[in-house]
């Protein structure tokens, strides 16, 4: 699984998260940086993260939605922009998953160049 650099931006533009993610197949995972978030985003992430590891469920769609209403956006190396769904961030892993959006097929998905040695 070849990985690429995307950034997850806001839809006024904002850079809300830098990532490293691959195809997984199903969905695009890998590690996040949030050390540029804004903190209201940040504290969503952290209710997610916090409302799946202590199995609170019944809190799970309501976070889920408040996430869905930010319409975050990844940016790809090439400068394509694709809505994500299903963001899930887990900020003490660092870790993030996401689903591009259902008018976003295999063929069209933009496919960044990995340097030689792995890195940007």
């Excluded at 940016?75 to 008018?103: H, I, W």
């Amino acid at each position: 699984m070849a990985e690429q650099t995307i950034k997850l931006l806001s839809p006024s533009g904002m850079v809300l998260a830098t990532a490293r993610v691959a195809d997984e197949g199903t969905h695009f995972g890998g590690a996040i940086d949030l050390s540029g978030t804004p903190a209201e985003v940040l504290a969503l992430f952290e209710n997610f993260e916090e409302i799946v590891n202590q199995q609170m469920l019944s809190f799970l769609d309501e976070i889920e939605d408040k996430i869905d209403a930010l319409r975050v956006q990844a940016v790809f190396a090439d400068g394509s922009k694709v809505p994500v769904s299903s963001l899930q961030v887990y900020p003490a892993a660092s870790e993030v998953s996401f689903k591009v959006s259902a008018s976003v097929t295999p063929q069209t998905f933009p496919q960044a160049e990995i340097p030689a040695n792995g890195y940007d």
